[in-house]
């Protein structure tokens, strides 16, 4: 099993920065895509950003430009470098991966516990 743990939400003014970090441990063989999933209050959860082992990454439109994931495959980290945030930044961040385990060998979708980021204008 794969448990994956963040840190660095919290609160911040309008065109501050933040760093999010997420760890994977447990019994891991392989991960694939790692990246960040975020809920805003009253709204649908969105895909923020995502990146693939190879290093190809993914971004919403509203965070281009702005935001800039990254990882460390030797650690099983991923960042989320966040540049002139917004109000409507504010919301849950959630990192997931895909991975492989040793014992459960497919591949499959893990969740971190979220941390909330606060962005007030």
């Known amino acids: 099993q794969v448990q994956l743990v963040e840190s660095g939400g919290g609160l911040v003014q309008a065109g501050g920065s933040l760093r999010l970090s997420c760890a994977a441990s447990?019994?891991?063989?392989?991960?694939?895509?790692m990246g960040w999933y975020r809920q805003a209050p009253g709204k649908q959860r969105e895909l923020v950003a995502a990146?693939?082992?190879?290093?190809?990454?993914n971004y919403a439109d509203s965070v281009k430009g702005r935001l800039t994931i990254s990882r460390d495959n030797a650690k099983n980290t991923v960042y989320l470098q966040m540049n002139s945030l917004k109000p409507e930044d504010t919301g849950v961040y959630s990192c997931?991966?895909?991975?492989?385990?040793?014992?459960?060998?497919?591949?499959?979708?893990?969740w971190g516990q979220g941390t909330q980021v606060t962005v007030s204008s």
């Open positions: 997931y991966c895909n991975a492989a385990g040793w014992v459960v060998r497919e591949m499959t979708v893990y």
């Open positions: 990146i693939t082992s190879g290093g190809r990454t």
């Open positions: 447990g019994s891991i063989f392989s991960i694939n895509t």
